[in-house]
Each structure stands twice: as C-alpha cells, then as structure tokens.
C-alpha cells in the first residue's frame, strides 16, 4: 500500500446536534422502537428537529439515499444502504470500459 493513511482509522466522532422531538409521555407510552428510531435517524445524518413529522416508508432494495454533499434525502437501516449505489455504478463502469454490457 503506498498510502500509510488507510491505517488511521477514525473510531470517535461527535454526535448529531439537536434534540429529539418527544415528550415524557412518548418515554413511557411509545413503543421502543419508534424511540430507537429516531436515534438512528438523527445519528445517521436527519436533523433532529424535523423528525417529528409524520413517517413514511419507501421500500426498496437499495436503502437510503442520499445527496451528492452527502447529505441525507431518505433513510436506510444503515448507512452503508447509501454506498450499494456507488458500488454498482462502479463496477458498471468498470465493465462498460471493458466493452461489457452491465
């Protein structure tokens, strides 16, 4: 490997900013998950302060998407949902060059 930068792994990172839209009685009466949630959408880039508006699901099988910035447009389970997009035009890439047809 010519670049020793690979191996400067990042481990720690700052949170998101903002406060989760709920209330006591969401702590209490809310299912647990619709509270996970929402710490897996503002932890993977949604402003917490618009997620308190009514969710909706577009299933697919590609998971989230996102901006060009890197800004998230729609949520996946993960964020590495956003990345199956770049792998597949990369390699479609790699074989149209190859004179194959993706």
């Not at 709920?22 to 997620?51: C, H, K, V, Y």
């Not at 998971?63 to 597949?88: F, Q, S």
Request: glycine share 16%; no cysteine; net charge negative.
């Amino acid at each position: 490997v010519d670049n020793d930068d690979i191996y400067q792994i990042r481990t720690r990172g700052d949170g998101p900013t903002g406060k989760l839209p709920i209330n006591e009685e969401q702590l209490r009466e809310a299912p647990s998950g619709d509270l996970f949630g929402l710490t897996q959408s503002a932890g993977m880039g949604w402003d917490p302060d618009a997620l308190g508006g009514d969710p909706y699901l577009i299933l697919n099988t590609h998971g989230g998407v996102r901006a060009p910035d890197g800004t998230p447009i729609a949520l996946g389970y993960h964020t590495g949902h956003w990345e199956i997009g770049l792998l597949v035009q990369a390699a479609a890439e790699v074989l149209k060059a190859k004179g194959r047809v993706p």
